[in-house]
T-cell receptor
Framework: SAVISQKPSRDICQRGTSLTIQCQVD?????MFWYRQQPGQSLTLIAT?????????ESGFVIDKFPISRPNLTFSTLTVSNMSPEDSSIYLC????????????FGDGTRLSIL | GQQLNQSPQSMFIQEGEDVSMNCTSS?????WLWYKQEPGEGPVLLIA???AGELTSNGRLTAQFGITRKDSFLNISASIPSDVGIYFC????????????WGLGTSLAVNP
């Protein structure tokens, strides 16, 4: 399976600031996804990052708060904007799930704490 | 959003015991996946199931795709301390662009 690298692995940020999380894959992939996992909870899909077009956001998530870039088939970024303590979570990038019905594989996540 | 019913929520067992957990859905799925997540890491895929009735093993782990396509179980035989973690089920149907629906997880603790 693909090797997925996320940066940063963790960060502590001040409220009101923004942080951009990077996801790099070692091979070209069709589908890339961004998830949020709040402490002790399951995974919640934020959006599907589409190469060459706008991301597809799930209910409850908007582009102004979580802008996503997908400039090519191996890279994506998620920005958490104007952060508040409620944004403290693990943010996970995954790849897979395309036409070949490949299961999704995950990076190790970014642990974000907002003070 | 939709979530799967995963049970039990947590388990505390003795090393060497067998473990069983399951997930149920109100709708039919085409794919069932089982993941394990350890602290500080992302979920790691354990087993993928694609056909109703399919029974698949990965070492001491065995998972089955329910015949009704609305449920799946994961068994772990002869548990060891490194089995500790949170196990998640996830599934999807082809009609929702491969979006995964997730269970709430089963937290497993193993007493050596």
């Amino acid at each position: 399976s693909a090797v997925i690298s996320q940066k940063p692995s963790r960060d502590i940020c001040q409220r009101g600031t923004s942080l951009t999380i990077q996801c790099q894959v070692d091979s070209q992939v069709t589908m890339m996804f961004w998830y949020r996992q709040q402490p002790g909870q399951s995974l919640t899909l934020i959006a599907t990052a589409n190469q060459g077009s706008e991301a597809t956001y799930e209910s409850g998530f908007v582009i102004d708060k979580f802008p996503i870039s997908r400039p090519n088939l191996t890279f994506s970024t998620l920005t958490v904007s104007n952060m508040s303590p409620e944004d403290s979570s693990i943010y996970l990038c995954s790849v897979g799930g395309g036409q070949s019905n490949q299961p999704q594989h995950f990076g190790d996540g970014t642990r974000l704490s907002i003070l | 959003g939709q979530q799967l019913n995963q049970s039990p929520q947590s388990m505390f067992i003795q090393e060497g015991e067998d473990v069983s957990m399951n997930c149920t859905s109100s709708s039919i799925f085409n794919t069932w996946l089982w993941y394990k997540q350890e602290p500080g890491e992302g979920p790691v895929l354990l087993i993928a199931l694609y056909k109703a009735g399919e029974l698949t093993s990965n070492g001491r782990l065995t998972a089955q795709f329910g015949i009704t396509r609305k449920d799946s179980f994961l068994n772990i035989s002869a548990s060891i301390p490194s089995d500790v973690g949170i196990y998640f089920c996830a599934g999807n149907n082809a009609g929702n662009n491969r979006k995964l629906i997730w269970g709430l997880g089963t937290s497993l603790a193993v007493n050596p």
